[in-house]
């Protein structure tokens, strides 16, 4: 049995970190494990501008502790109306990406996309400037039942975009579902990729029912059932390229979550290393997690992969059940339970 795994230091694909006293409460959390994190660009109002990422990007960085290195990777929110000509000087300003929100689908998405093909031209402009696109891949019909929006979604929006666009690099975010999961595999092509959360690699979802309620189990796109679960961490492990590590750690005040309209997003980022571990271990592959976690995200951002490295020992310890955010408090995912494995 190993009991010490050391890796190249990961980074997070996919990570909320809000702004104000909230970023300033959980960007540490990150900056302890990740050596970067993509960030979402879903405040209020949206970071649609290169000037708002460059001035969201210092404010990150101001809250990263001493001595400690952490580079936000920006994104900017893409808007029916995002000018052309703003994707120019945001490949200029460094960003690297813009997130697809379909207008409505989760947290602070009301300005999003109403239909794709109004986003034509500055996707046109992306493919230009190598800026990747990030998909919040569910479609928000009504009349399409809330656990099978992302299958639709492929063929709706993902099969019609591939083919208009075969050359831009595009991330399917937070996949949950096994048609997600062989649609990037076998379909999407060399520029298709995905991100999975520790969340959906750990849980189905009788995790938000059972014994009553559970708030901080709730998440968008939601937790699916066991079969999809299965899938998911038969694509994180199977050393495939096209998948790799981004939390969608979403962090809410507790008192918004245990609430009549309790918002959606698990807050993993105080322990997000050490929930894959978890799920690599528990399916016997955690010689596939630096690749998951450390390699192919870099890779296909075409960034490069970290020079230092991270151990994690397993180890029990219990997640706090709190921790501060603001005047509020955080519960992060597990907390009050044990963790097997802790990152030293
Ligand atoms: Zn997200």
């Known amino acids: 049995m190993t009991d010490t795994l050391t890796i190249t230091r990961p980074d997070d694909w996919h990570l909320h970190v809000r702004d104000g006293a909230a970023l300033e409460a959980v960007v540490p959390h990150s900056a302890r494990q990740f050596g970067r994190a993509l960030i979402m660009p879903n405040l209020r109002p949206p970071v649609t501008t290169a000037r708002q990422a460059l001035d969201y990007r210092d404010r990150i960085r101001a809250a990263v502790p001493a001595g400690v290195d952490f580079e936000p990777v920006m994104s900017l929110y ?83 975009l591939r083919s208009d666009f075969p050359e831009l690099k595009v991330v399917f975010e937070h996949l949950t579902t096994k048609e997600g999961a062989q649609y990037v595999r076998d379909a999407g092509g060399p520029h298709t990729a995905a991100t999975i959360t520790a969340h959906h690699l750990l849980y189905n979802r009788n995790a938000i029912f059972t014994g009553g309620i559970r708030p901080h189990y709730y998440c968008l796109p939601v937790l699916k059932r066991e079969t999809h679960r299965v899938a998911l961490v038969e694509a994180a492990t199977s050393g495939s390229d096209r998948f790799f590590l981004g939390t969608d750690s979403a962090p809410h ?33 955690l010689d596939k997690l630096e690749g998951f976690a450390s390699f192919h995200g870099p890779d296909f951002y075409g960034l490069p992969r970290h020079a230092d490295t991270v151990t994690l020992r397993r180890e029990a310890w219990t997640v706090p059940e709190t921790v501060p955010y603001g005047d509020a408090v955080l519960k992060p995912l597990r907390g009050g339970e044990t963790l097997n494995w802790k990152l030293q």
């Open 253 to 285: 005040a507790a008192h918004l979550k245990e609430h009549a309209l309790g918002c959606a997003g698990c807050y993993t980022a105080l322990t997000a290393i050490e929930l894959y571990a978890e799920a690599f271990d528990n399916a016997g592959a």
């Open 78 to 160: 893409l808007t029916d109306r995002l000018p052309p000509a703003e994707i120019a000087l945001a490949a200029e300003a460094g960003v690297k990406a813009l997130k697809l929100y379909p207008a409505g689908a989760t947290t602070n998405s009301d300005a999003g996309v109403t239909d794709i093909r109004k986003t034509y031209k500055t996707l046109e402009a992306m493919q230009k400037h190598g800026l990747l696109l990030l998909i919040h891949g569910e479609v928000t019909d009504p009349t399409i039942d809330l656990f099978d929006r992302e299958a639709v979604f492929i063929d709706r929006v993902m099969i019609p």
